[in-house]
C-alpha cells in the first residue's frame, strides 16, 4: 500500500553539483507530476508527463530535466544545482483526466 | 494563462469559531478540486464538485461549487486544532496546450486552542 515513494527524503548539496530525485508509484496510474513548494507558498508545477514516454513543461522548468522511464517512474535532475532551488519537492500521480491527484511524502532539498 | 487564486491567504481563529476560503478562477472550470495539507505533510485529496451550485459536505466541512462554475468555497464549522493547516482548491484547464490542474494560492490556517 506505498502509493507514491519518492527519494530521498532529505538533501542538502553544494552549488553546482547534480542530483536526480526519484519518483515511484505501484497505482498504475497515467499521468505523473513534479511540483516544488518553497516556505510558506503553494505548488508550483515543473514539469508534468500525461504518459509513459511524454513530458512537458510546467510553470518552472528552467534548471531541471525529467524522466518518464516507464509507467512507474518519473525522476527529476537538477544538473548544476542553485541555492534557488532550495525547496520542498512533490511527486504526484493521477490515474486519468479529471482525477485526484496523489502525492509522495516530499523531498526537502537545501543547496548551500 | 488561467489563474486561480485563494483568499485569505491566512487566517487565525479561535478553537471553535467558522472558517471560511474563496477559491477564485480567472476560467470556467469543469470540476474543483480540495486537498489539505498538514504541516511538514503532503497534500491530501478532500473532494471534487462537479455540477454548477453543487454543496458536498464532509462532517463539518461544506464545500461549494459556483452557478458559474468559476469560484468555489470550502468552510469550516466549529473549527478543531486537527483543522490545521494549507488548503488549496485546483481547477483544470489547458496550458502550453496540456490539460492540466493549476493549484491555488492556498489558505493557511491556524486554530488557536
Known amino acids: 500500500n506505498a502509493g507514491v515513494t519518492q527519494t530521498p527524503k532529505f538533501q542538502v548539496l553544494k552549488t553546482g553539483q547534480s542530483m536526480t530525485l526519484q519518483c515511484a508509484q505501484d497505482?498504475?496510474?497515467?499521468?505523473m507530476y513534479w511540483y516544488r513548494q518553497d516556505p510558506g507558498m503553494g505548488l508550483r508545477l515543473i514539469y508534468y508527463?500525461?504518459?509513459?514516454?511524454?513530458?512537458d513543461k510546467g510553470e518552472v522548468p528552467n534548471g531541471y530535466n525529467v524522466s518518464r522511464l516507464n509507467k512507474r517512474e518519473f525522476s527529476l535532475r537538477l544538473e548544476s544545482a542553485a541555492p534557488s532551488q532550495t525547496s520542498v519537492y512533490f511527486c504526484?500521480?493521477?490515474?486519468?483526466?479529471?482525477?485526484?491527484?496523489?502525492f509522495g511524502d516530499g523531498t526537502r532539498l537545501s543547496i548551500l | 494563462g488561467q489563474q486561480v487564486m485563494q483568499i485569505p491567504q491566512y487566517q487565525h481563529v479561535q478553537e471553535g469559531e467558522d472558517f471560511t476560503t474563496y477559491c477564485n478562477s480567472s476560467?470556467?472550470?469543469?470540476?474543483i478540486q480540495w486537498y489539505k495539507q498538514r504541516p511538514g505533510g503532503h497534500p491530501v485529496f478532500l473532494i471534487q464538485?462537479?455540477?454548477?451550485?453543487e454543496v458536498k459536505k464532509q462532517k463539518r466541512l461544506t464545500f461549494q461549487f459556483g452557478e458559474a462554475k468559476k469560484n468555489s468555497s470550502l468552510h469550516i464549522t466549529a473549527t478543531q486544532t486537527t483543522d490545521v493547516g494549507t488548503y488549496f482548491c485546483?481547477?483544470?484547464?489547458?496550458?502550453?496546450?496540456?490539460?492540466?490542474?493549476?493549484f491555488g494560492t492556498g489558505t493557511r490556517l491556524k486554530v488557536l486552542a
Open positions: 464538485l462537479v455540477k454548477s451550485g
Open positions: 497505482m498504475n496510474h497515467n499521468s
Open positions: 504526484a500521480s493521477e490515474r486519468g483526466l479529471d482525477q485526484p491527484q496523489h
Open positions: 508527463s500525461a504518459s509513459e514516454g511524454t513530458t
Open positions: 476560467t470556467t472550470l469543469s470540476n
Open positions: 485546483a481547477g483544470p484547464g489547458y496550458t502550453s496546450g496540456t490539460y492540466k490542474y493549476i
